[in-house]
């Protein structure tokens, strides 16, 4: 039965041995490939770092073959030997890549054949690189959106934190970046929670679409092997196969939704970093960002700038420009495979090292940094924060509720000619404003009143922020690990 392999195997030994310095698929060509086109078309200088990923797949492809009898027994299990003896040759930073070799696989592939002899040959059976790469780059994205998840979770926690520290302080809440109602710190840093709470159910969700075997697909059209998907699937982690093989080797809808969600991850970032830049300037001053996430200035010194969101902020761009150069690379292309797809790799490793990168800084700045209570507080003090209150004291009494929008806004009026507060008001003053004005509006115009007086769900209220702290932990726990 293993007759026509030993055979055809050493023919194959001697044939490989003419054509040593020739590229694994050298057979058809008469000339050796311009090393301008090399360069060009390489992309091991890159893709080694789905090594993990394509060793780990080869090893479940072997394995199928070698059981269903696809390949001898023997020859699987010296192929996943030899692939192991890879691994870690490459963890140890033993391997030497070669750029003439193309890409990783074939960079693998050949140091496994030198390594165990033609045996290793053997290993691309029923596979081309094009349902391999496929392969790799979806276990890649799956591994990296879970440690993504990690680093969301951590800054999830810092703004719990936050929160935590500083219950009671109150700061103006704003509307066109113009003061607007008074609400709590911690609300605001909630709200952080909120924005990346999303990020991760987003990740998560996505995950249903990455995680679907392509493997077997082959070049495009499937293969003629009685090969077993379920059980590379199993064994690489897949709840699914794919269910077309021209559109499982050409698809990278994927690494686009993976993309995107670091997009959006950017886009909550950079209105962080947007509002702590502000926030630590003099003329706000209601945050003191930690020393050691900040730089001087090289001609300035008193300068302490607020480097680290500037640079997330300014990081940004580059997320969104791999989406959409991805975008670009997809929308033109005809089914199946095409050397185009190579292009998604680079992109999609600069954005998710990006965003990691940015998401663990972030972390630490926000656990790190301190608010400045009696600031925040002193500004709530002026601007008319308390303006709604008193119309909504209004319509309480039973003024229609436009009508109480209009007397208030004609008080505001009034004392900006006169340039006081609402507050600086006497109480006989503040009675001649509206026949239903009573004695008891004064506690209605004080910040704190205004605050403690939103007590519906999801408001700015001690109590609903009390009860969306515990809230947020809650969702923390049961969230946990990614499946
Ligand atoms: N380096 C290639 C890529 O990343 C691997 C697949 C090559 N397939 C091919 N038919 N040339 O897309």
Redesign the pocket.
Known sequence: MLLPFLIAGNFFALSMKKKENKKLWGGRFHHSTEKLVEDFTE?VSY?KRLFRQDIKGSMAHARMLGKHGIIPKQDAHRIIQGLEQILRKIEEGRFQWKRELE?L?MNIEKALTDSIGPAGGRLHTARS??DQ?ATDFRLFVRDETMEVDACIESLQRAFIRQAEKHMDIVMPGFTHLQKAQPVLYPHHMLAYFEMFKRDRQRLRDSLKRVNISPLGSAALAGTSYPIDRRMTADELGFRETSQNSIDAVSDRDFALEFLFCLSVIMVHLSRLSEELVLWASSEFSFVDLPDAYCTGSSIMPQKKNPDVPELVRGKTGRVFGSLFALFTTLKGLPLA?N?D??ED?EQLFDALDTVKASLSVMSGLVENMCPRPNRMMEDTETGFLTATDLADYLVKKGLPFRQAHEVVGRAVAKCIQRGVELHALNIDELKRLHPLIGDDVIQILSVKGSVGSRKCEGATGYEPVRKALIKAKGWLKEFGVLP
């Open positions: 992309s893709d890409d696989h690189r094009n790469v495979y050397r797809l190579q790799k």
